[in-house]
Protein backbone atom coordinates (compact mmCIF):
# COMPACT_ATOMS: atom_id res chain seq x y z
CA UNK A 1 0.00 0.00 0.00
CA UNK A 2 1.32 3.15 -0.96
CA UNK A 3 0.99 6.47 1.32
CA UNK A 4 1.57 10.05 0.91
CA UNK A 5 2.06 12.35 3.79
CA UNK A 6 -0.50 15.39 3.80
CA UNK A 7 0.64 19.06 5.71
CA UNK A 8 -2.01 21.56 5.33
CA UNK A 9 -1.19 25.15 7.11
CA UNK A 10 -4.74 27.00 8.89
CA UNK A 11 -5.61 29.18 11.18
CA UNK A 12 -5.68 28.29 14.41
CA UNK A 13 -9.70 28.99 14.55
CA UNK A 14 -10.53 26.83 11.47
CA UNK A 15 -8.77 23.93 12.59
CA UNK A 16 -11.25 21.57 13.74
CA UNK A 17 -13.69 22.48 10.33
CA UNK A 18 -10.96 21.23 8.27
CA UNK A 19 -10.72 18.22 10.71
CA UNK A 20 -13.74 17.31 10.70
CA UNK A 21 -14.32 17.34 7.07
CA UNK A 22 -11.63 14.94 6.83
CA UNK A 23 -12.99 12.85 9.63
CA UNK A 24 -16.48 12.23 7.86
CA UNK A 25 -14.68 10.62 5.29
CA UNK A 26 -13.02 8.78 7.58
CA UNK A 27 -9.44 10.17 6.01
CA UNK A 28 -7.91 10.30 9.60
CA UNK A 29 -8.58 6.92 10.46
CA UNK A 30 -5.68 4.22 10.42
CA UNK A 31 -5.14 0.75 11.49
CA UNK A 32 -8.06 0.94 14.67
CA UNK A 33 -7.59 4.47 15.11
CA UNK A 34 -9.54 7.79 14.63
CA UNK A 35 -8.46 11.18 14.27
CA UNK A 36 -4.63 10.35 13.76
CA UNK A 37 -3.19 13.69 13.12
CA UNK A 38 -0.87 15.96 14.88
CA UNK A 39 -0.04 19.63 14.71
CA UNK A 40 2.25 22.45 15.41
CA UNK A 41 1.93 26.16 16.00
CA UNK A 42 3.41 28.32 12.99
CA UNK A 43 3.07 31.71 11.62
CA UNK A 44 1.84 32.32 8.46
CA UNK A 45 2.99 35.48 6.16
CA UNK A 46 1.65 37.05 3.39
CA UNK A 47 0.58 40.50 1.10
CA UNK A 48 -2.96 39.58 -0.47
CA UNK A 49 -2.29 40.96 -4.17
CA UNK A 50 -4.97 43.16 -6.32
CA UNK A 51 -7.49 41.24 -7.34
CA UNK A 52 -7.57 38.52 -4.34
CA UNK A 53 -10.24 38.05 -2.36
CA UNK A 54 -8.41 37.51 1.30
CA UNK A 55 -10.51 36.00 3.87
CA UNK A 56 -7.62 37.52 6.58
CA UNK A 57 -5.91 40.79 5.91
CA UNK A 58 -5.86 43.42 3.46
CA UNK A 59 -4.79 44.09 0.18
CA UNK A 60 -1.54 45.08 -0.35
CA UNK A 61 -0.90 45.17 3.12
CA UNK A 62 1.40 42.07 5.38
CA UNK A 63 -0.62 39.66 7.39
CA UNK A 64 0.92 37.61 10.23
CA UNK A 65 -1.46 35.08 11.40
CA UNK A 66 -1.35 32.51 13.90
CA UNK A 67 -1.64 29.11 11.88
CA UNK A 68 -1.79 25.31 13.01
CA UNK A 69 0.07 22.94 10.37
CA UNK A 70 -1.62 20.03 10.46
CA UNK A 71 0.26 16.57 9.35
CA UNK A 72 -1.63 13.02 8.56
CA UNK A 73 -0.70 10.17 6.52
CA UNK A 74 -2.91 8.88 3.50
CA UNK A 75 -3.75 6.06 1.20
CA UNK A 76 -2.28 7.70 -2.31
CA UNK A 77 -5.21 7.02 -3.98
CA UNK A 78 -7.19 9.41 -1.99
CA UNK A 79 -5.38 12.24 -2.51
CA UNK A 80 -7.93 14.26 -5.27
CA UNK A 81 -10.22 13.44 -2.59
CA UNK A 82 -8.41 14.82 0.78
CA UNK A 83 -7.50 18.39 -1.76
CA UNK A 84 -11.30 18.93 -2.88
CA UNK A 85 -12.50 18.01 1.33
CA UNK A 86 -9.57 20.64 2.49
CA UNK A 87 -10.40 23.08 -0.04
CA UNK A 88 -14.09 22.55 0.95
CA UNK A 89 -14.10 22.87 4.65
CA UNK A 90 -10.41 26.07 4.64
CA UNK A 91 -10.95 29.39 4.72
CA UNK A 92 -8.17 30.50 2.74
CA UNK A 93 -8.61 30.98 -1.33
CA UNK A 94 -5.38 29.38 -1.81
CA UNK A 95 -4.06 27.10 1.13
CA UNK A 96 -0.91 25.88 1.31
CA UNK A 97 -1.01 21.94 1.31
CA UNK A 98 2.12 19.71 0.39
CA UNK A 99 1.37 15.84 -0.14
CA UNK A 100 4.80 13.95 0.28
CA UNK A 101 5.33 10.82 -1.44
CA UNK A 102 6.27 7.92 2.03
CA UNK A 103 8.73 5.42 0.66
Not at 77 to 91: C, G, L, M, Q, T
Request: glycine residues 6%; negative net charge.
Amino acid sequence: MKYIKVEVFVPNENKWQVIEGLNEKEILKDNGYDSVFSQTPVTGHFIPLEGSNPDKGEVGKACEVNEVKLEFRIKAERKDEVFRIIKANHPYEVPIINFIELL
